[in-house]
């Protein structure tokens, strides 16, 4: 009988959904005036209560609504340490907002209490102008597309919803509103690619559109050197010494002179102070290299930079040293991928990163691995310790008797 209630246990558990939850409330006059206020007047951490008081409250709600997410989904940071969610952040900074890091299947919560429900897709909300007549609003975001990372999908979604309440809150001055899931995603996305590979540091395209004003921006990344067959960016100023290190300079690297000969190419950037070039050669092995790297035309000794044909090469920050003439220089995320056929329209390809990265789940596999294979020596050590008897009783012989003597 105890086995037919876990089962039913099981499938209750599995039936719950728990994703996160985020809620703000946007009041333009009271925004104005107080700055952050208490909307919900309560202490409650029970969604159903909270959605229950808004919705007596006759606010309208608008639901934005991913597919999937979990936790690991808003704290992924890119190369900058900048969140994929700048909208969302600036809604926590600027209105009253409160955020569960577990509910249990909220949109099955919200469907209930906050009816009529009027369900579109963002696809369609710049063509929906009938919002005002319905007391909730529930926006489907698009779900991902099969060349496209889960992070760059996250980025989007985020500008769609800070364009979605632009849109909104010109209609009402009052809005409640929900960023949730219906089902949790168990991997973390974007996480997982970090071994030897890296997100590119390449700008986003500039056909897509601007976020409003006010909208936290990232710096852009402006590539120095945009050829045909060749395409570098750094995303920051260098550092120079000429004195071992002992003090540092900022220096701005530009592009001073490009050639290409043969399977060779030469790339000269310039610094004011300081010129470094790089030699580069595509091999008959299916694999691109950085042969010679000279400071002020003085080679200097680096490790081997051999990267497959189509991938690009990734440091955050690349040192160049020179130990005769005490020259050191410090080239901060430093990107770079050479193509043998020249192409219109440049793009980085993977990266193969100057340092290799260990994540969380393959720790942990290695972990659990090493727990195995010592129960597993172990059991071989002590299998093998087994000794065959070496001695029996002889059926045919005397039978030895305990004597018990009473005194």
Same mark, same amino acid.
């Given at each position: 009988?105890?086995?037919?209630?876990?089962?039913?246990?099981?499938?209750?558990?599995?039936?719950?959904?728990?994703?996160?939850?985020?809620?703000?409330?946007?009041?333009?006059?009271?925004?104005?005036?107080?700055?952050?206020?208490?909307?919900?007047?309560?202490?409650?951490?029970?969604?159903?209560?909270?959605?229950?008081?808004i919705f007596k409250r006759k606010i309208p709600i608008i639901v934005y609504l991913e597919e999937t997410l979990s936790l690991e989904d808003l704290i992924i940071r890119n190369e900058y340490g900048s969140t994929i969610f700048?909208?969302?952040?600036? $809604?926590?900074?600027?209105?009253? !907002?409160?955020?569960?890091?577990?509910? =249990?299947? %909220?949109?099955? #919560?919200?469907? &209930?209490?906050?009816?009529?429900?009027?369900?579109?897709?963002?696809?369609?909300?710049?063509?929906?102008?009938?919002?005002?007549?319905?007391?909730?609003?529930?926006?489907?975001?698009?779900?991902?597309?099969?060349?496209?990372?889960?992070?760059?999908?996250?980025?989007?979604?985020?500008?769609?919803?800070?364009?979605?309440?632009?849109?909104?809150?010109?209609?009402?001055?009052?809005?409640?509103?929900?960023?949730?899931?219906?089902?949790?995603?168990?991997?973390?996305?974007?996480?997982?690619?970090?071994?030897? $590979?890296?997100?590119?540091?390449? !700008?986003?395209?500039?056909?897509?559109? =601007?976020? %409003?004003?006010? #909208?936290?921006? &990232?710096?852009?990344?402006?590539?120095?050197?945009?050829?045909?067959?060749?395409?570098?960016?750094?995303?920051?100023?260098?550092?120079?010494?000429?004195?071992?290190?002992?003090?540092?300079?900022?220096?701005?690297?530009?592009?001073?002179?490009?050639?290409?000969?043969?399977?060779?190419?030469?790339?000269?950037?310039?610094?004011?102070?300081?010129?470094?070039?790089?030699?580069?050669?595509?091999?008959?092995?299916?694999?691109?290299?950085?042969?010679?790297?000279?400071?002020?035309?003085?080679?200097?000794?680096?490790?081997?930079?051999?990267?497959?044909?189509?991938?690009?090469?990734?440091?955050?920050?690349?040192?160049?040293?020179?130990?005769?003439?005490?020259?050191?220089?410090?080239?901060?995320?430093?990107?770079?991928?050479?193509?043998?056929?020249?192409?219109?329209?440049?793009?980085?390809?993977?990266?193969?990163?100057?340092?290799?990265?260990?994540?969380?789940?393959?720790?942990?596999?290695?972990?659990?691995?090493?727990?195995?294979?010592?129960?597993?020596?172990?059991?071989?050590?002590?299998?093998?310790?087994i000794e065959t008897a070496d001695r029996y009783d002889d059926p045919n012989g005397k039978v030895f008797k305990a004597y018990v003597e009473y005194s």
């Amino acid at each position: 009988m105890f086995k037919y209630y876990f089962l039913v246990f099981f499938l209750h558990m599995q039936s719950i959904e728990q994703v996160p939850v985020l809620m703000w409330e946007t009041n333009q006059e009271l925004n104005s005036t107080l700055g952050k206020y208490s909307p919900l007047e309560s202490k409650a951490h029970d969604l159903r209560t909270i959605i229950s008081r808004i919705f007596k409250r006759k606010i309208p709600i608008i639901v934005y609504l991913e597919e999937t997410l979990s936790l690991e989904d808003l704290i992924i940071r890119n190369e900058y340490g900048s969140t994929i969610f700048p909208g969302l952040s600036s $809604f926590i900074n600027s209105f009253n !907002s409160y955020f569960m890091p577990y509910a =249990e299947n %909220p949109i099955e #919560t919200i469907e &209930e209490i906050a009816s009529p429900v009027k369900k579109i897709d963002s696809s369609s909300f710049h063509d929906y102008n009938n919002w005002h007549e319905l007391a909730t609003l529930v926006i489907n975001l698009k779900m991902i597309k099969t060349n496209e990372s889960r992070e760059n999908m996250l980025k989007k979604h985020d500008f769609t919803i800070l364009q979605m309440h632009s849109k909104f809150a010109n209609m009402h001055t009052h809005i409640f509103s929900i960023f949730t899931a219906r089902y949790p995603s168990w991997i973390i996305p974007e996480y997982s690619e970090r071994h030897n $590979f890296k997100k590119l540091l390449q !700008s986003e395209s500039e056909s897509e559109s =601007e976020p %409003p004003t006010g #909208t936290p921006t &990232e710096t852009k990344v402006v590539p120095i050197v945009d050829d045909k067959n060749l395409l570098l960016v750094i995303s920051g100023n260098g550092e120079y010494s000429s004195d071992n290190g002992a003090k540092f300079s900022p220096v701005t690297l530009s592009r001073s002179d490009f050639s290409i000969k043969d399977n060779d190419m030469t790339l000269s950037l310039d610094g004011g102070g300081v010129k470094v070039t790089f030699i580069i050669v595509f091999g008959s092995d299916g694999f691109w290299t950085i042969e010679n790297i000279t400071l002020d035309e003085k080679p200097i000794s680096f490790d081997e930079i051999a990267v497959p044909m189509n991938f690009s090469y990734h440091c955050s920050n690349l040192v160049l040293s020179n130990e005769a003439t005490k020259q050191i220089l410090k080239i901060i995320g430093f990107q770079i991928q050479p193509f043998k056929d020249e192409q219109e329209q440049q793009q980085f390809g993977d990266a193969y990163d100057c340092v290799g990265f260990v994540s969380i789940p393959i720790c942990s596999g290695i972990f659990i691995v090493s727990i195995l294979l010592l129960i597993l020596f172990c059991g071989i050590v002590s299998m093998m310790d087994i000794e065959t008897a070496d001695r029996y009783d002889d059926p045919n012989g005397k039978v030895f008797k305990a004597y018990v003597e009473y005194s």
